[in-house]
């Protein structure tokens, strides 16, 4: 069974870059589409985007000017960097897989990674 | 971009049926797909496609789309199911969007 594991700093000061990685463990990252989701302290959740194995992106509109997602298939990760960030920007951060066939929902997730925004 | 709409709340007696509803207009050409999420504890995706459960999914969990509406149906309540549920679609660019989330309580 695939498991997914975020990594990065816990706490970024504003107008950085926030920097994430997820690293894929029980199976190849190739032939699926692979995701990014945050959820701020109480709050719902949010779509970031989403990447293809092969490198083909889709970002979420109120995020596309700041946000790149990348795949590294030879370490089986991808990541996240989320630029000029501000506490609006605090959040759990989860990487995802998508489901076989298609970008159409999520079907294993990360425990989660608490992310702040602050000086 | 795409909207789903998800009522803040819902309670069930233990024991009974209740149905979690999301509305959106993507949702006439997209399934949903529904995650459950309890405190501290990352969102675990419950029913996905027309009514298609993974692996460890209770079959009193059921999914249904009529229109711009679908709904997720819990037959026989437990205390387990109390957790925040979220819906989630995507639209014609491939752009996902989440509902605000149902707090469901078991009463």
């Known amino acids: 069974q695939v498991q997914l594991q975020e990594s990065g700093p816990g706490l970024v000061e504003p107008s950085e870059t926030l920097s994430l990685t997820c690293t894929v463990s029980g199976g190849s990252i190739s032939s699926y589409y692979w995701g990014w989701i945050r959820q701020p302290p109480g709050k719902g959740l949010e779509w970031i985007g989403y990447?293809?194995?092969?490198?083909?992106?889709n970002y979420n509109p109120s995020l596309k000017s700041r946000v790149t997602i990348s795949v590294d298939t030879s370490k089986n990760q991808f990541s996240l960097n989320l630029s000029s960030v501000t506490a609006t920007d605090t959040a759990v951060y989860y990487c995802?897989?998508?489901?076989?066939?298609?970008?159409?929902?999520?079907?294993?997730w990360g425990q989660g990674t608490l992310v702040t925004v602050s000086s | 971009s795409s909207e789903l709409t998800q009522d803040p709340a819902v309670s069930v007696a233990l024991g009974q049926t209740v149905r979690i509803t999301c509305q959106g207009d993507?949702?006439?050409?997209?399934?949903a797909s529904w995650y459950q999420q309890k405190p501290g504890q990352a969102p675990v995706l419950v029913i996905y496609g027309q009514n298609n459960r993974p692996s460890g999914i209770p079959d009193r969990i059921s999914g249904s789309s009529s229109g711009s509406t679908a709904s997720l149906t819990i037959t026989g309540a437990q205390a387990e199911d109390e957790a925040d549920y979220y819906c989630?679609?995507?639209?014609?660019?491939?752009?996902?969007?989440f509902g605000g989330g149902t707090k469901l309580t078991v009463l």
């Open positions: 989630n679609s995507r639209d014609t660019s491939g752009n996902h969007a």
């Open positions: 993507t949702l006439r050409s997209y399934y």
């Open positions: 995802a897989r998508l489901g076989a066939g298609g970008p159409s929902y999520f079907d294993s």
């Open positions: 990447i293809y194995y092969s490198g083909s992106t």
